[in-house]
């Protein structure tokens, strides 16, 4: 079993933090951590997402019950512990040859801790659309689903650049979000329970919008009682 526990939160002084969380790796083999990985958001220098991997359920109760987890977020001067998010790794791909070498120079990471209605269907999807998230830049692509929420799940996306990670959040899998359209869905959660789109990205979600509203024009009557019913006019 290969668990992680993963975290999101802000570092006022990161060096400080740094600092304080590498003075401690050396411990954390005794606690069985195997690995540590910090992000530092693009956007904001002082937001990082932090994994730590984990073999077995006991050293996941062991590391939230360390003090040494507690000085963590106190270095970092967190004034309120963030949520943590605790699960088992379910689906891991391989997209590209390069990242078989490891993280590529300018490659990023995209992350998303969401809740999926069915996330044996995601994983399906992930599959069926493997080739084009190779296309699109993705190198690896990993999903963790949460030990205490069987709806919940990590999403993590190794891309190769940020320019193309960019791309990839803000346009979602268009062609199979029209494909769900033209199959009857009428909803963004009909598009979502289809094919998955729109319901990890909000930003997607607005786009999913915009698709359904295309492809289904209101009726004249329609927008007539709509405007009434907004305006009170008869």
Do not use: N
């Not at 526990?5 to 050396?26: E, I, M, T």
């Not at 951590?33 to 996941?60: K, M, N």
């Not at 990471?109 to 699109?136: E, F, T």
């Not at 899998?173 to 598009?191: M, N, P, W």
């Amino acid at each position: 079993m290969s668990l992680v526990l993963a975290a999101d939160y802000r570092v006022p002084d990161f060096d400080r933090w740094w600092a304080k969380l590498s003075g401690d790796l050396p411990r954390l083999p005794s606690l069985g951590a195997h690995h540590v990985v910090v992000y530092r958001s693009l956007e904001d220098s002082s937001r990082v997402f932090v994994t730590i991997g984990v073999r077995e359920r006991g050293p996941v109760d062991a590391l939230l019950r360390s003090p040494r987890m507690f000085a963590w977020f106190d270095s970092a001067g967190v004034e309120e512990i963030p949520p943590l998010f605790v699960g088992e790794v379910v689906e891991k791909l391989d997209l590209a040859e390069a990242a078989a070498a490891g993280v590529q120079a300018g490659a990023v990471i995209v992350a998303a801790i969401v809740s999926v209605d069915q996330p044996d269907r995601l994983r399906a999807h992930v599959h069926h659309k493997a080739v084009r998230l190779a296309a699109s830049g993705v190198r690896r692509f990993w999903i963790y689903r949460a030990l205490d929420d069987q709806a919940e799940v990590m999403i993590l996306q190794e891309i190769a650049s940020e320019r193309q990670a960019e791309r990839w959040i803000r346009k979602p899998d268009s062609s199979t979000v029209q494909q769900a359209i033209d199959e009857g869905a009428r909803s963004t959660k009909q598009v979502a329970s289809s094919c998955g789109a729109g319901s990890v990205c909000g930003r997607c979600r607005h786009t999913v919008r915009l698709m359904l509203d295309a492809a289904v024009p209101e009726s004249a009557s329609y927008k007539l009682d709509r405007l009434r019913r907004r305006w009170g006019r008869s």
